[in-house]
């Protein structure tokens, strides 16, 4: 994955198929700290500690289609090569959350890319989740929450024009932040 | 700055639109989106499916999602379901995307040499 922000694509994909209907994504940035942040948590089914042992294994996945399951491999990988940390905790019944920590100057960090393309991809195919996203640079923070544009859109929520005015709107939030891209 | 008023107005615009016509999605477009997908590029594909539907102004089209159908090595893969039936497109690119709007959903044309079997 060439962006930080299309590994959450994927592992939001993952919360969607894990049956959550809340999804928040929260991204920090803190440069004093030297600090990328990525948390991922839903609410969805969770995970045994059996799987949740293996679930960092690319050779095990719980799809049939094929026999590896690279997602979660892939951002720990991205994290650790960056001076950072990855961890998963998850409890049957209540959810997941999957938090990965970077070295913010590190030169094999990879950027974070488009988290606007992720979000309004994620709000075009999944309407019925309730997503959350949180970006924080230095402090300054912005927040959609997309149960506040259920609430003004209804069930059109992913309707193409709809979907074309939220990602210009992020985006011009995302500018104002100036954080990675 | 874009407000929350504007977003107000648009959805109304988007009723008004909707309203004109009755009955479901004519046709479909499912976008793979698994890990091999979003590698290969899928969500920008996904993403211009929808921008050229909405620039378009494009009425019963709708973009969803699947997951992995074991066809990782010709991601990312769109399946256009239609009246003409079941296509499945191997390696969609944006541009692809904006083609496939135009020769098969709104043309009725299904491109042939971008056509995969599983």
Not at chain 1, 78 to 93: L, Y
Request: net charge negative.
């Amino acid at each position: 994955m060439e962006e930080l922000a299309l590994h959450i694509l994927d592992l939001v994909q993952n919360c969607a198929e894990a049956g959550a209907s809340m999804v928040e994504i929260t991204i920090i940035e803190d440069f004093s700290s030297n600090l990328l942040l990525i948390e991922i948590r839903d609410n969805g089914r969770g995970m045994s500690p059996e799987v949740l042992a293996n679930v960092e294994d690319p050779f095990f996945t719980t799809r049939t289609t094929r026999h590896v399951g690279l997602g979660i491999p892939l951002l720990k990988a991205a994290a650790e090569q960056a001076g950072g940390s990855f961890v998963i905790t998850s409890s049957p019944g209540k959810g997941t959350t999957v938090r990965a920590e970077f070295e913010h100057d590190n030169i094999d960090r990879a950027p974070l890319g488009s988290v606007c393309d992720t979000v309004v991809a994620l709000l075009a195919v999944h309407p019925r989740l309730d997503l959350v996203y949180t970006h924080s640079v230095n402090g300054t923070e912005f927040v959609l929450d997309g149960r506040e544009i259920r609430e003004i859109c209804g069930e059109d929520l992913n309707h193409p024009k709809i979907i074309q005015w939220l990602k210009s709107y992020i985006a011009e939030q995302e500018k104002q932040l100036g954080g990675d891209q | 700055m874009k407000t929350v008023e504007d977003l107000r107005k648009l959805r109304e615009e988007v009723q008004q639109m909707t309203k004109l016509r009755d009955g479901g999605a004519e046709v479909k477009i499912v976008v793979g989106m698994g890990t091999c997908g979003i590698a290969a590029g899928a969500r920008e594909t996904l993403n211009a499916f929808v921008q050229e539907i909405a620039v378009k102004s494009l009425s019963g089209v709708v973009v969803t999602q699947a997951g992995c159908v074991g066809l990782c090595d010709r991601e990312p893969i769109v399946e256009v379901n239609a009246k003409d039936g079941r296509t499945i497109y191997a390696r969609v690119t944006p541009e692809k995307a904006r083609r496939i709007i135009s020769e098969h959903v709104q043309g009725g044309r299904v491109i042939e040499d971008w056509v995969t079997r599983n």
